[in-house]
């Protein structure tokens, strides 16, 4: 392990009143924000498979965009001073018309406040193209939406608010004002400048940005390799026949659904009974081939100690108590290269590896283990392990706002810890945020969790909740 990644001892004593027993969440994600570290492999994507990734470096526009004035609308391009009030010469006497003013342009005729004017069209400039021609006082050039600007110009009047007359169009006073409806070179980017910036997460909308700067590729940090698989004698594989007192893993389909969408690279072990050899061979495997793993169940006090006994074994392990609802139970830490390789198993089959040393971290993978309730699980991978793996993905930005909704029904919380309470989250009449429970909160309640479209956060300090009071809420917003 390099000597500048932190021991789990390191960390707690540098967290002031650490105490594993009595986590609170803003404990957590500082103990975790410490234990990771991001990827350090960049590579180069085409467009099209770079959604989702995080980018590696800044992008530098190569250009100004857009890179000349252009027009904002379909309309009529004339020059700004038309709308001038007529200015006299120094002498005090008004130029000649067709003259050209101190600003450029040419000077025009006097117009009284107020009062409508005539423009005489002299040609039409196309998008794609410049339009050649020249303008005169009086005159205006019938324009396309992102067609360049003819020189000398610098405003466009929208074709729906013109009067049309042959080749003549009359615009109603007090409309515009000079520079109106164009868009000017290099205000969306200057050439040389940051368009995107390293650590940002590619939306579509980053992907259209990149394109429009004529890039084919770019570069992103390889995909999270994230390991993962159940645990327990009580749960069934899809398939199995039913037994008394078993339960069907719902767990490895929810993980599986939040790390895809989180655009990490998955590899699904099934699940794992509670056997030593089987949970040792597990969690060698996975830590050979991911940079995390996620277990669920196990962890609990109470439980079969053979899942905690094998993390403590074969790595740096912490066990805690987060004063949370619903959660409590997680086990996190780091699995050690140099005890993976003095406990493997004889004989053990890594599945896509050829070689420990060429297909692990040297600093161990992170290890994230979830308690065993469906509900559990998928609250505290949004609370706590999404933002830690954002982190190890190299994205900048790890944590997602909070939004402010009105609470339909009172509620009842105990200061003291962090609940999360499944809710449906729609717009009031008057436009707020408006949220209520999707019902049953227990654990192990799947159908409030797929009825609901955020969680309510109740902060650790918070008492009771009045109908109508303000509450955060946590949006899964493709997340789950």
């Known amino acids: 392990m390099s000597p500048d990644v932190k021991t789990l001892a390191q960390i707690a004593a540098e967290l002031q009143g650490y105490d594993p027993q009595a986590l609170s969440a803003d404990d957590v994600l500082a103990f975790l924000s410490r234990l990771v570290t991001p990827v350090q492999e960049a590579v180069e994507l085409p467009l099209f498979e770079a959604l989702g990734r995080v980018l590696a470096a800044d992008v530098v526009s ?181 037994r008394e007192g078993a339960v069907y893993d ?63 074994k074969l790595g740096d392990v912490a066990f805690w108590r987060i004063a949370m609802r619903p959660g409590r139970p997680m086990a996190v830490g780091r699995l050690l290269p140099a005890k993976l390789q003095a406990e493997s198993p004889p004989g053990l089959h890594i599945l896509g590896a050829t070689n420990y040393k060429n297909n692990s971290n040297p600093n161990g993978a992170i290890l994230f283990g979830l308690p065993g309730n469906p509900v559990a699980v998928m609250v505290t991978f949004l609370a706590f392990v999404r933002p830690a793996l954002l982190q190890m993905m190299g994205a900048s930005a790890t944590t997602q706002p909070l939004l402010k909704a009105r609470s339909l029904e009172a509620i009842r919380k105990k200061p003291g810890r962090t609940e999360y309470q499944r809710g449906w989250v729609s717009t009031a009449p008057d436009g707020s945020l408006q949220v209520r429970t999707t019902g049953n909160q227990g654990s192990g309640v799947l159908r409030s969790m797929a009825e609901a479209n955020g969680l309510m956060v109740l902060h650790h300090a918070q008492g009771n909740i009045a109908m109508g009071g303000e509450v955060d809420v946590l949006m899964f917003d493709g997340a789950i």
Request: charged fraction near 20%; charge should be negative; aromatic fraction near 6%.
């Open 250 to 312: 719902s767990n490895r389909y929810t993980v599986f659904g939040m790390l895809s969408r989180l655009g990490c690279q998955v590899i699904d072990m099934g699940v794992v009974r509670d056997d030593p050899a089987l949970l040792e061979t597990a969690f060698t495997s996975a830590a050979m081939q991911a940079d995390a793993i996620i277990t669920s169940g196990g962890v609990s006090v109470g439980e079969a100690d053979f899942t905690k006994t094998m993390m403590k």
């Open 62 to 242: 190569p250009f100004d965009v857009p890179p000349h004035d252009n027009s904002a609308m379909d309309g009529y391009a004339f020059a700004g001073n038309e709308l001038a009030p007529t200015l006299p010469t120094s002498c005090g006497s008004l130029p000649p018309e067709g003259a050209e003013l101190a600003w450029g342009g040419p000077a025009r005729r006097s117009l009284a406040p107020g009062e409508a004017f005539e423009l005489k069209v002299v040609g039409t400039a196309l998008a794609g193209k410049a339009w050649q021609g020249s303008v005169k006082a009086g005159e205006c050039v019938k324009i396309m939406t992102g067609a360049i600007m003819p020189q000398g110009l610098d405003t466009v009047v929208p074709q729906e608010f013109v009067a049309v007359q042959g080749d003549v169009i009359t615009i109603p006073a007090k409309l515009l004002k000079p520079g109106d409806n164009r868009r000017l070179r290099g205000e969306d980017l200057a050439q040389g400048k940051p368009a995107l910036l390293k650590g940002e997460l590619l939306t579509p909308a980053r992907l259209g940005l990149a394109a429009s700067l004529g890039l084919k590729t770019l570069q992103c940090w390889r995909p999270l390799r994230v390991a993962y698989f159940s645990t327990g004698d009580e749960i069934l594989s899809l398939g199995e026949a039913p």
